[in-house]
């Protein structure tokens, strides 16, 4: 029945560790993107995917590498994690010529 | 560059009236979203304007001005349940879907 799906929920993690956060979708949505969302509860895009393709790539270190193994799923792998990743990360979609983004529960990662 | 400004927390009462408002400065404009997002929750999609004027959507309705930059969202007979964050999103005139948020305007409804 979930439409945008997140998994983990939560990852409590060590500084300097590599870890993934998977996104799925069942809406046979094209596009999908990857927010970050801090303690200010301020929204910020990542990065998007159009059809396995990626199409933006906003100012984000490079320990953060997206990956689309098809249109229904994005998955975000962090390197080295830093205290600084701290945040709730949400993974949303929206179909071609649609206006709506659909948002997944989010994945809370605390980096200690 | 993209400058989104909302007021950072409101409060209101029960059966009330409030307008939220949002101002911004963007390269490109192609819609302001609204979108509220409860506690520990993901956003969820309220109202899309890209003409000039007033949507009205039950209790919500939500204005655009797009020669002053400038949008406001109207929440009607408030309840409790509408105690949430409420976030404007602009989108740019890229292809894709870019939204940009603002920092959102925290609502607190009381009895």
């Known amino acids: 029945d979930t439409a945008v799906s997140q998994t983990p929920k939560y990852l409590v993690t060590q500084m300097g560790n590599d870890k993934s956060i998977k996104c799925e979708q069942n809406l046979g949505h094209d596009t999908m993107y990857w927010y970050k969302q801090d303690s200010k509860k301020f929204l910020k895009i990542m990065f998007s995917?159009?059809?396995?393709?990626?199409?933006i790539n906003e100012t984000v270190p490079n320990r953060f590498s997206p990956k689309s193994p098809d249109k229904a799923h994005l998955n975000l792998h962090i390197n080295s994690l830093e205290l600084g990743d701290s945040a709730v990360y949400f993974c949303?979609?929206?179909?071609?010529?649609?206006?709506?983004?659909?948002f997944g529960p989010g994945t809370r990662l605390l980096v200690l | 560059g993209q400058n989104i400004d909302q007021p950072t927390e409101m409060t209101a009462t029960e059966g009330a009236i409030v307008q939220i408002n949002c101002t911004y400065q963007t390269s490109g404009f192609n819609g302001l979203f609204w979108y509220q997002q409860h506690a520990g929750e993901a956003p969820t999609f309220l109202s899309y304007?890209?003409?000039?004027g007033l949507e009205e959507k039950g209790r919500f309705s939500s204005f655009l001005s797009r020669s002053k930059g400038y949008s406001y969202l109207l929440l009607k007979e408030l309840q409790m349940k509408d105690s949430a964050s409420y976030l404007c999103?602009?989108?740019?005139?890229?292809?894709?879907?870019?939204?940009?948020f603002g920092t959102g305007t925290r609502l607190l409804v009381s009895p």
């Open positions: 949303a979609s929206v179909g071609r010529g649609q206006e709506t983004q659909y």
């Open positions: 304007n890209v003409l000039d």
């Open positions: 999103a602009v989108r740019g005139d890229t292809g894709f879907q870019k939204l940009v």
């Open positions: 995917y159009n059809n396995k393709e990626l199409i």
